[in-house]
């Protein structure tokens, strides 16, 4: 994953001419039990991402998580 956010941002730093400023994170389909993985594991990967690249920034970017629960009846 790490890597997949490190293109991601290259990617929209070559269009804008700029890091982004913000992130907001969308997962879907997460079910109950794993909604703690995805806040312990993913969440970290992209905040080390973001202290490496973001190293000279006065401010981090912020950072917006939203987690869709995945309901089966």
């Known amino acids: 994953m790490v ?3 490190r293109r991601a941002i290259a ?3 070559m269009k804008q ?3 982004p400023t ?3 994170i969308y997962r879907d389909g ?3 039990s794993m909604r703690e993985q995805v806040l312990q594991n993913e ?3 992209l905040k080390q991402v973001i202290s490496d690249l973001y190293n000279e920034v006065a401010s981090p970017p ?3 998580v939203v987690v869709v ?4 009846t």
């Open 3 to 5: 890597s997949l956010i």
């Open 11 to 13: 990617s929209f730093e």
């Open 17 to 19: 001419g700029m890091k």
């Open 22 to 24: 913000n992130f907001i």
């Open 30 to 32: 997460v079910g109950d």
């Open 43 to 45: 969440i970290p990967q």
């Open 62 to 64: 912020a950072i917006t």
């Open 69 to 72: 629960n995945k309901r089966i």
